[in-house]
Every structure is written in structure tokens, then in C-alpha cells.
């Protein structure tokens, strides 16, 4: 049982003059990579199959990701009538696939996998808190601030377990650190990628750099100095560092000048 339900939102507050076309195309791509995370509570699931516990908590969460995916979609075909989510989700199942039917992580360990967890979770819960903040229709601002704190309770749930496996395995500072930065070098993968294409181009080739440049172009420009504050701060207690001491700081100057010149150079080369 979610902490939400769809019919929680104000639907009938949707405001077309308070579009824009490209948010329109980022949260069509969102519905898709939120409807198929249910996927990952079954590969969970086998992973910690002694801990009935976490099982129930991590199918719990799988029903969370997969209700954002549905209020996406519904908000999506609010602002354009024509999209199918049926068909685009079809299209991308189709096209994009990762074998969930294991019981080893591909992190190398449990708490290998939690912290992975946590980095995906550090990523959406900031990614939303910016949507939230940056659109102007009401009814997605809802939804957004809806899956933002649920996310932020996803991050907190593997966090905990994440400790609790580290009583048992010993991870040191850099295994963290290699685990989360390699999700995080992972963030721009095929899976977002491919998920613009199958929501939002249906006649033209996949073109993976394209359509990640199409998507970090809007996505990117979201963010502000606090989003990449948090997210440095969630990252840096997962990995075992202090989430506002000094270093902490400078990974925030440094991660903040990283994006803006990101985003300049998307605007350039779009324009
Ligand atoms: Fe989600
Ligand atoms: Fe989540």
C-alpha cells in the first residue's frame, strides 16, 4: 500500500496554458523508466532471499516506482492526448532488456547492491525535487512533489539495509566508492535513452547519442546550486563521508560547475 493513490491528485487543475513541450517529452520518457523499476523488486527479491523482512519492503517499493510510472502517464496523456503509453511502453520493453532473473548483484555483494540502490534513488529523488521546482503546471508539480518524497523514503530504506549489511561485509571507503560512481556513470545509459525514443520518436532510427542529448538538454537545465547540494550530501552518506564537511562542499562547487557547463554546451549545440 503506496503513501498515495492516483486519485489523490487534483487532476482537474491541469492547466494546458502552463505546458511546455519539452517537459512534455522528458516526463513521457520518466513514465516509461518508472513503470518498468517494478521489474527490479523480483531481482531484489532473489539477492536477499533469506530476508523475508526486506522482501516485503522491496516489493512494497517496486508497487511505489510502478505507481509513478501510471501518474506520469496519465499527466502525460493529459498534455497530449495522442500519447499511447500502452504502445510506447511495448516499444520499449521491446528494445530495451536486462536480465533481473539472477540471484547474484552485478555489484558483488550486498551491500555492493544497496549502495548501487542508493545512488538511483539519490537520482530521482533530486531529479523530481527539480521538476518539481522548475515546471509551472500544477498538476505535474503535484505529482512530482508526491514521487520526490517517496524516493527520498526509497533512498532511506536501502541506506538502512546498507548498514545492516555492512555489519556483516567489510566494504571499505573505496569499494563504496567505486560501486557509486560506476551507478552514477551509469545514470546516462541506454535506459533513458532509449526510453525518450520509444515515447517520443516513432518514426526515425534510435539514435542513442541524440536522444540522450534531447533528454539531458531539458532534464540538466532543471537543476539549482540546493538540488546538487542534496544530492552531493545523500551521496556522501551512503559511501561512509561526512554529507556537509568540507569536502562535501567542494564536490558541490565542483559537481555544480560540471553541470552548467554541460548545460551551456547542450544549448549550443541544439541552437
Ligand atoms: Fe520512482
Ligand atoms: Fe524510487
Not at 525535487?129 to 508526491?146: F, H, Q, T, Y
Request: aromatic share 12%; net charge positive.
Amino acid at each position: 500500500m503506496g503513501h498515495w493513490a492516483l486519485d489523490d491528485i487534483a487532476w482537474d487543475l491541469f492547466d494546458r496554458s502552463k505546458l511546455d513541450p519539452g517537459i512534455v517529452r522528458i516526463v513521457k520518457a520518466a513514465s516509461l523508466v518508472e513503470y518498468n523499476g517494478g521489474a527490479y523488486a523480483h531481482h531484489l527479491c532473489r539477492i536477499f532471499h533469506d530476508d523475508p523482512d526486506f522482501q516485503r519492503a522491496a516489493r512494497c517499493w517496486g508497487e511505489e516506482e510502478i505507481q509513478h510510472g501510471r501518474a506520469l502517464a496519465r499527466w502525460a496523456a493529459l498534455a497530449d492526448p495522442s500519447y499511447d503509453f500502452a504502445a510506447a511502453f511495448d516499444r520499449f520493453q521491446t528494445g530495451y532488456r536486462i536480465d533481473f532473473d539472477t540471484d547474484a548483484s552485478h555489484r558483488g555483494s550486498r551491500s555492493g547492491e544497496m549502495i548501487a540502490r542508493c545512488m538511483v534513488e539519490v537520482g530521482t529523488s533530486s531529479y523530481y525535487s527539480a521538476l518539481r521546482d522548475g515546471v509551472r503546471e500544477p498538476v505535474l508539480k503535484e505529482i512530482c512533489r508526491n514521487i520526490a518524497t517517496d524516493e527520498i523514503r526509497h533512498y532511506k530504506l536501502f541506506y538502512r539495509t546498507l548498514t545492516r549489511c555492512l555489519e556483516r561485509e567489510r566494504i571499505g571507503l573505496w569499494g563504496r566508492l567505486r560501486v557509486a560512481l560506476g551507478r552514477i556513470a551509469e545514470a546516462e545509459d541506454n535506459e533513458l535513452a532509449y526510453a525518450y525514443y520509444a515515447a517520443n520518436e516513432t518514426a526515425s532510427p534510435y539514435d542513442r547519442r541524440r536522444c540522450i542529448r534531447a533528454y539531458a538538454r531539458r532534464a540538466l537545465a532543471l537543476y539549482r546550486r540546493h538540488h546538487i547540494r542534496h544530492m552531493v550530501a545523500m551521496v556522501f552518506k551512503a559511501v561512509g563521508l561526512a554529507p556537509h564537511g568540507r569536502l562535501a562542499r567542494a564536490a558541490t562547487r565542483l559537481a555544480w560547475r560540471v553541470l552548467r557547463y554541460r548545460t551551456a554546451r547542450l544549448a549550443r549545440v541544439a541552437a
